[in-house]
Structures are given as C-alpha cells and as structure tokens.
C-alpha cells in the first residue's frame, strides 16, 4: 500500500513538472526569458532582401513608399510580408492609425472601415516575436500585434515618424523605409476624426515587390 502511495506522488510531481515547464509558450514558438519577451539578436547589421516593397496609394497626392526588408533579422515576418504582397492582400486596404510617431496599417478590416478596425487579420498563423537591438528611428518598419500577445504579428504594419525609444527589443523589426519618407510624412499629417483615426480614407492601390535599386 505505502509503494502505491509513494508510486501515486511520484507521479503527481512528474505531471506539475511538466505543465510547469511548458506554460507560457506553444509549441515552435522563441522560448521567453524570466521577463515574458522571447530573446532578441544582439549586434545584428540589416542586410537587406533582393526585393523591396512598393506601395503605391490610390490618391497620387500620397505618392509611392519604398521599403526594404531585412530577412536576416525577421525572416518570419519578411516571409509573412512578401507572402500577402504576392497574393494582393494589401490592395484597397487604408492606413488605419496616423499620429505624431506612426502611420499603421494592413488590416484588412479598413476596406470597409468596419468599427473594429485595428483588430483584423490576414486568416494565416500568427508570426512569433523576432526581436533584435535595431533602434526604432525614422522610417523603421515594424510589425504591428494585436493586444498583449507578443506572438501575435501577421498581416499589420507600422512605420515610424521619429524615433521612439520605448519600441526598442518589444516590436519586431523587419524593414526600413528607403524611399517616400516625405510621403508617410504626409499620410500621418491628415486630419483626424478621433483617437489617431484619419478623418478620410487613405487607401494603399498595391503593394508590389520589385528589384533592389
């Protein structure tokens, strides 16, 4: 009897081990540090991919934005990234969210200017955190999440305005404006209708990939 009970609690701690040292993450995704956020590359250079990314607005007063990606960085993401171009997921879709520091977009929620804008996906998995020590400066691309989930990127998008210290190491970097700066410039100077909100539609007609220049 007493070896079944010994057997019994044996058992018992093997099973809270385990659920102890799987809690937090699924399976594939970056193993978390003891602060929550998945480890980051240190030291990296930015080698930028073959293709860049063209977006071209449907109003020519916008103009076009050219960015680079960096696989090395976010191969993830890039690969999410040139993935939807290629299907024309980011055609007709508006930027969502203009302030002093980012112009956002890519959710395919703003073609309708649904209420809940800001909260859309492409249906693909999401892309884990691919954190590095890239600043977060002017021009920088990074991939927008939804809510607390740092595992959560997909389809959205930001660039930056100007550089914003509190980015660094807790948004995933994978490009940088190259081109058109003047013109995010703009989109992100249109007048708003609420919270961040542009009070008209600033409506992306493609997003293609093109040679490196």
């Not at 009970?5 to 799987?22: D, E, P, Y």
């Not at 030291?43 to 990606?69: F, H, Q, R």
């Not at 969210?97 to 977009?105: E, F, H, L, Y």
């Not at 892309?127 to 691309?141: L, N, Q, R």
């Amino acid at each position: 009897m007493r070896k079944k009970i010994c057997l019994l609690i044996a058992l018992s701690l093997a099973s809270i081990f385990s659920l102890s040292c799987n809690q937090g993450g699924k399976a594939g995704l970056p193993k978390n540090d003891a602060s929550g956020k998945p480890p980051f590359t240190k030291d990296v250079k930015p080698v930028p991919d073959s293709e860049v990314a063209v977006i071209e607005m449907e109003n020519s007063v916008y103009g076009k934005i050219t960015i680079e990606l960096y696989p090395n960085v976010a191969p993830k993401m890039v690969e999410r990234f040139k993935q939807l171009i290629k299907e024309g997921f980011y055609n007709g879709i508006a930027f969502h969210r203009i302030n002093d520091t980012v112009v956002q977009g890519g959710d395919p929620l703003s073609k309708t200017d649904d209420p809940a804008v800001g909260t859309g996906k492409s249906g693909k998995p999401n892309v884990p955190a691919e954190f590095s020590d890239i600043p977060y400066e002017t021009g920088i691309v990074g991939a927008a999440r939804l809510g607390n989930d740092i595992n959560s990127q997909d389809s959205q998008f930001f660039m930056m305005i100007r550089r914003e210290p509190q980015f660094d190491k807790n948004y995933t970097v994978f490009g940088k404006v190259i081109d058109g700066m003047n013109n995010v410039r703009t989109i992100a100077g249109v007048p708003k209708a609420g919270k961040d909100k542009p009070a008209e539609r600033v409506v992306i007609k493609s997003v293609t990939l093109q040679p490196h220049p």
